[in-house]
Every structure is written in C-alpha cells, then in structure tokens.
Antibody
Framework: QLQLQESGPGLVKPSETLSLTCTVS??????????WGWIRQPPGKELEWIGS???????YYNPSLKSRVTISIDTSKNQFSLKLSSVTAADTAVYYC???????????????WGQGTLVTVSS | DIQMTQSPSTLSASVGDRVTITCRAS??????LAWYQQKAGTAPKLLIY???SLESGVPSRFSGSGSETEFTLTISSLQPDDFATYYC??????????FGQGTKLEIK
C-alpha cells in the first residue's frame, strides 16, 4: 500500500523559507506513470495546489506561487521536497503531499495523499 | 484560472437520504473532474475521477455525472460514515489545478 509522509518544521518565521519533504513508501517515486505534488489548505479554507514534479525533475507550478516555489525530487531516497520562500502569515496552512495519477491526454488527478502537516508562520 | 463553484456550501441530511452536490466550472473542462471526501483532521480521499469513474474501493452508493461545466456528485443512501466535506477539482489544465470551496455534509 502506497504511503506518503510529510516532514519538516511546524513553525517558520516571516520572510524565511518553508521547507518540507515527502517520503514515499510502498512504491517507487521513479515510476513513469505518476507525478508527485504539493497541495495546501489554510485553516478552515479550501485546497490550493502548489506544484508538481515528475521523476525526471520536470516541474510545473501554480502561477500565483511560482516566484516563491521550488519543488525537487531525490529518486535515490524516494523523496520529493518543497521550498517556499519569503513566507508570510498567509502561508500558514496544512501542507499535503500527494501522488498524481492519470496519463490520458496528460490529465492527472490526486489519488494518494499524505496525512498533512501544519506549518505556522509566526515570529 | 478556472473557477470551480460548489453548491450548496452546507447540506443537512439524514441517514438513508439521497443527496446531490453540484460543481460548476467557469469554462468547459470536458470530463476532467475529480471528487474528494475529507473528514476533519484528515487528508482528502479520492472518490470519483473523470467525472463519473468510481475509484477502486469506494462504495457504489457514490456516483458522479456531468460534463463541460456542470457536474454532480450523488450519494444514493447516506451512511453515518459519509458525513464529511466534499470537494471537486478540475484537472483539464494544470495552470493551475483548482478546487471548489467545498460542501459540508451535516447530520440533520
């Protein structure tokens, strides 16, 4: 059974960089069938897609966050990571990592999710 | 961005009821739509993809329909485990993927 687990600091100071890692178990992150992504959910609000990455390192990001986001992948560790720079209180959210499945016409949806990790931006 | 609008925002229903949640897209997305169920404090769970395809392991009382800009999620006979928040998501374009604001299904 595929499992994803987020890890990283739960508290980040304003203007600093948020860094999270997602460790994948029960499957290979190097599979050509899937993308991997990050989604966040501010408390009490809706879900927002942050960005996604392929095992080759190809990425695509939400234009609203693109200037501050970097997603990378480490196939040797079966992990992928998120960095979000210059954070403010508006970046306080539960951050989820997820697998994207699809393939038809390059249309992908989220089929497995991590449990999520709350990141609070505060001094 | 493609805006996804769900209605209603909150729905009160009883065990055994048939309920329908609507999701409207601001432009045509063909059938590239997914539905998720989220319970408090947990990650979303995929229920339906490609508008009407049931994810493996999801009970058959869940069904989806629609195309272009209007979609529905139907639960044929509500069970106690179904009280949760439901989200639709378009994946016609990844620039960006967008979700609806959610529909909270409450016990009447």
């Amino acid at each position: 059974q595929l499992q994803l687990q987020e890890s990283g600091p739960g508290l980040v100071k304003p203007s600093e960089t948020l860094s999270l890692t997602c460790t994948v178990s029960g499957g290979s992150i190097s599979s050509s069938s899937y993308y991997w992504g990050w989604i966040r959910q501010p408390p009490g609000k809706e879900l927002e897609w942050i960005g996604s990455i392929y095992y080759s390192g190809s990425t695509y990001y939400n234009p609203s966050l693109k200037s501050r986001v970097t997603i990378s992948i480490d196939t040797s560790k079966n992990q992928f990571s998120l960095k979000l720079s210059s954070v403010t209180a508006a970046d306080t959210a539960v951050y989820y990592c997820a697998r994207l499945r699809g393939g038809s016409y390059s249309k992908y949806y989220f089929d497995y999710w991590g449990q999520g990790t709350l990141v609070t931006v505060s001094s | 961005d493609i805006q996804m609008t769900q209605s209603p925002s909150t729905l009160s229903a009883s065990v055994g009821d048939r309920v329908t949640i609507t999701c409207r897209a601001s432009q045509s997305i063909s059938t590239w739509l997914a539905w998720y169920q989220q319970k408090a404090g947990t990650a979303p769970k995929l229920l339906i993809y490609k508008a009407s395809s049931l994810e493996s392991g999801v009970p058959s009382r869940f069904s989806g329909s629609g195309s272009e800009t209007e979609f529905t999620l139907t639960i044929s006979s509500l069970q106690p485990d179904d009280f949760a928040t439901y989200y639709c998501q378009q994946y016609n374009t990844y620039s960006p993927y967008t979700f609806g604001q959610g529909t909270k299904l409450e016990i009447k």
